[in-house]
């Protein structure tokens, strides 16, 4: 018998669902940040096994938006948890407010929930993990809690040894050697958006959008050249994107350049640009131009 089935992994921003799916994966399949907002898109990773498949769907943290942006890409966690078979709620802390406003879309989903609570090696102590846990209890009818650190990938095994036995009879969706359903292209652009959120501060994470040009494959040298435009709100994040001289926007290539190399296994030359599309998280044009929404 062969056993598979779609797993939302769900939560608030930051509180590492997208390491918690390459852990689940053992691959990198999404990028992380320490950056709130780092995920934007739906991102599948596909787990194959000889008698298994589980199809993990990493979301964009789930919180109150404000501008079209943030409202269309939480939008994608809520239907997200429609469509899936469970539902993998992570969280990093006691129960508040935030957490709450996510259990509210809890209501009514006929399927099983798991807790994981994720990042315990910053917990001090077991009682102090069983604080988080109690926190949770009682509200909802969870169907299991998971301690794990995604990062360490301390008891992230525990999770796929329970989500086993709850996987129904099912076809193998994705053929065993895709990781994601992610393309190669929008796996590139996502990668230098990792090394922008690495390496700007305050609001330029949130401002960016990253569009690849073009793709050449440049035989005579063996490499790909990708021509990527970057795209932030205002003159003033332009001019703090490229740096002085030049050396911000450089060192951001250079580190997404051998992050590419590595994940992708691709030899490429990289050119950056920079440009500047005013209050474009508003309109629903350039959404969709960046490939958002519906
Ligand atoms: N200490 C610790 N840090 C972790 C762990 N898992 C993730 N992190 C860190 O938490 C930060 C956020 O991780 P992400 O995986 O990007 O979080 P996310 O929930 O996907 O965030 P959004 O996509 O913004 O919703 C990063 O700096 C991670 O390195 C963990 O187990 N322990
Ligand atoms: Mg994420």
């Given at each position: 018998?062969?056993?598979s ?28 940040s ?26 964009p ?6 501008d ?102 099912g ?29 700007t ?59 590419i ?7 490429i030359?990289l ?24």
């Amino acid at each position: 018998m062969h056993k598979s089935g779609f797993i939302a992994i769900v939560g608030r921003p930051n509180v590492g669902k997208s390491t918690l799916l390459n852990a689940l994966i053992g691959q990198k399949v999404a990028i992380m940040s320490p950056k709130p907002q780092t995920t934007r898109h739906r991102i599948t990773g596909v787990l194959s096994e000889n008698d298994y498949q589980m199809i993990f769907v990493d979301t964009p943290g789930m919180h109150k938006g404000k501008d079209l942006l943030n409202k269309t890409i939480d939008k994608v966690a809520v239907s997200s948890l429609r469509d899936v078979d469970m539902v993998l709620f992570v969280v990093d802390r006691k129960k508040t407010a935030a957490e709450g406003f996510i259990m509210n879309y809890f209501k009514g989903l006929k399927k099983p929930i798991f807790i994981v609570i994720n990042k315990i090696d910053e917990l001090k102590s077991k009682s102090a993990i069983d604080e988080v846990i109690m926190s949770y209890m009682g509200d909802n009818d969870f169907e299991g809690y998971f301690p794990v650190s995604a990062k360490d990938l301390t008891y992230v095994d525990k999770i796929k040894e329970k989500l086993i036995e709850y996987l129904p009879e099912g076809p193998k969706y994705f053929p065993p050697e895709m990781k994601s359903d992610q393309s190669e292209t929008v796996m590139m652009s996502e990668l230098i958006r990792e090394k922008i959120l690495y390496f700007t501060e305050q609001e330029i994470p949130h401002a960016v959008a990253v569009v690849i040009e073009s793709i050449y494959q440049n035989t005579e040298l063996n490499q790909v050249d990708v021509s990527t435009l970057i795209i932030v709100e205002r003159p003033t994040q332009k001019q703090i994107l490229i740096g002085r001289g030049g050396e911000k926007i450089k060192h951001i290539g250079t580190e997404a350049r051998k992050e590419i190399n590595k994940v992708l296994d691709t030899k490429i030359h990289l050119t950056l640009w920079v440009k500047v599309k005013k209050d474009w998280r508003n309109r629903p044009s350039d959404l969709k131009a960046f490939g958002f929404g519906e």
